[in-house]
């Protein structure tokens, strides 16, 4: 019985010694791979993190990481303190990069744009990939675009769209309240009833002359 006990205590601290000899060697090839390449400081998410979530609230999420300065993402950020007093404007996953565009203050996030004059307001739910991945906030302008699988078709609906509000919802997707015409209303619920809608995020310069609808045949003639 003592042998028999014996052989398992060996047998458990070789595999803690495994276990930490390939802790190290992953460690040590991080290292090596990075040898020699000019490296920066960025947080870096570990967690899953909800939209609407304050900063104060993340410091068990991120960590502070060494990466390649190739790879650094434009606002990327090494302090929370950066953005102190924001909330998230969309939900992120983990080996996200920490960047201030990530954050806004809960006002943009929930609104606060008024409908203009002779206009009406319509609200639908988008993934995130398909509302610009969180970078559309109340007051900014969009376009909006629709696809009809079964007839393969793609087509430009409306440019110049003000956001009135956005609004987290569960899994990650968003609720985009806009400021639309009756055309307008009539297209996009068409389109969400019956197709695919996609975003994108528009300024005053953005070149919104020659869309058109595209199918099949002109992007695979």
Do not use: C
């Amino acid at each position: 019985m003592n042998r028999q006990i014996a052989a398992i205590g060996v047998a458990v601290v070789l595999a803690v010694l495994g276990i930490a000899a390939v802790v190290a060697y992953a460690r040590g090839a991080d290292e090596r791979a990075l040898a020699g390449t000019e490296t920066v400081e960025v947080l870096r998410l570990t967690a899953p993190v909800e939209a609407k979530t304050p900063a104060a609230e993340l410091a068990d999420h991120v960590e502070l990481d060494q990466i390649p300065r190739a790879a650094l993402v434009e606002g990327a950020l090494t302090s929370l303190e950066d953005v102190a007093g924001q909330v998230t404007s969309a939900a992120l996953v983990p080996g996200d990069q920490l960047t201030a565009e990530k954050f806004t203050s809960t006002e943009q996030v929930e609104g606060g744009t008024s409908l203009p004059e002779g206009l009406q307001a319509i609200a639908f739910p988008l993934e995130p990939h398909r509302a610009v991945s969180g970078e559309v906030l109340a007051g900014d302008t969009i376009g909006i675009m629709a696809s009809y699988h079964g007839r393969q078709v793609t087509a430009n609906l409306a440019n110049r769209v003000l956001v009135l509000s956005i609004t987290p919802a569960d899994g990650g997707s968003s609720t985009v309240t806009a400021a639309v015409t009756t055309e307008q209303a009539e297209k996009i619920i068409h389109a969400m009833e019956f197709g695919t809608v996609w975003l994108t995020k528009q300024n005053e310069s953005t070149d919104v002359e020659g869309g058109r609808t595209i199918t099949e045949g002109d992007i695979a003639p």
